[in-house]
């Protein structure tokens, strides 16, 4: 595709709710990141992917989150049992290359957990 | 540890002034340096980056960045700003060496007044 799409753009959970988050990246892109900002902050980062293998996950908060990309393309960011503090936009980044070149970021999704 | 600061939150500026925005960063190593741009319900775009060389760089918007290693600052500098320039503004560090995972500070919001 032209950019970075995530989906769904806005998404309202009830506490304890499971929910998945999805980031289809730019065509064959190497590289996705997951970061997570709350509300008034910057993006924190969350995970790392290099094609379909996991490089770097040392930004979950919990093991409550789980992230996957089993194709190396569409990734998907999971968050079980929903806690308020999970409330944030989820942002979803592509890079051509694995290393060096522009991150190309999508428009977010943003989560509210009730 | 790596960090960003941006010790602005929020800054007017009347149209068509000039504009300087702060960042200082702490990092072990010789850092990469960005600026990223965020509007409402936007994802982030890249404004301008520092690798190497030259420590005045030009980005898009005609926007420019000057790194300075003695004060590692790297302060967003445009000379005219415009209605449309009204945004977040984040400044991000990341290491010159594997993936790349980019510290982000707080951002400043940037209001341009008519």
């Known amino acids: 595709g032209a950019g970075v799409s995530q989906s769904p753009r806005y998404k309202v959970a009830k506490r304890g709710q499971d929910v998945a988050l999805r980031c289809d990246p730019i065509s064959g892109h190497v590289s996705l990141f997951w970061y997570q900002q709350a509300l008034g902050q910057g993006p924190e980062f969350l995970t790392y992917f290099q094609n379909e293998a996991q490089l770097d996950k040392s930004g979950l908060p919990s093991d409550r989150f789980f992230a996957e990309r089993p194709e190396g393309s569409v990734s998907t960011l999971k968050i079980q049992r929903t806690q308020q503090e999970d409330s944030a936009v989820y942002l979803c980044a592509s890079r051509r290359l694995a290393g060096g070149g522009e991150l190309f970021f999508g428009e977010g999704s943003r989560l509210t957990v009730l | 540890a790596q960090s960003v600061t941006q010790p602005d939150i929020h800054i007017t500026v009347s149209e068509g002034a000039s504009l300087e925005l702060r960042c200082n960063y702490s990092y072990g190593a010789t850092p990469y340096l960005f600026w990223y741009v965020q509007s409402p319900g936007q994802g982030l775009q890249l404004l301008l980056k520092y690798f190497s060389g030259d420590t005045l760089v030009q980005g898009i918007k005609g926007f420019e960045a000057e790194f300075k290693r003695s004060q590692s600052s790297f302060n967003l500098r445009k000379p005219s700003v415009h209605w449309s320039d009204a945004a977040e503004y984040f400044c991000?560090?990341?290491?010159?060496?594997?993936?790349?995972?980019?510290?982000f500070g707080t951002g400043t919001r940037l209001l341009v007044s008519p």
């Open positions: 991000a560090v990341g290491p010159n060496t594997g993936f790349q995972k980019l510290v």
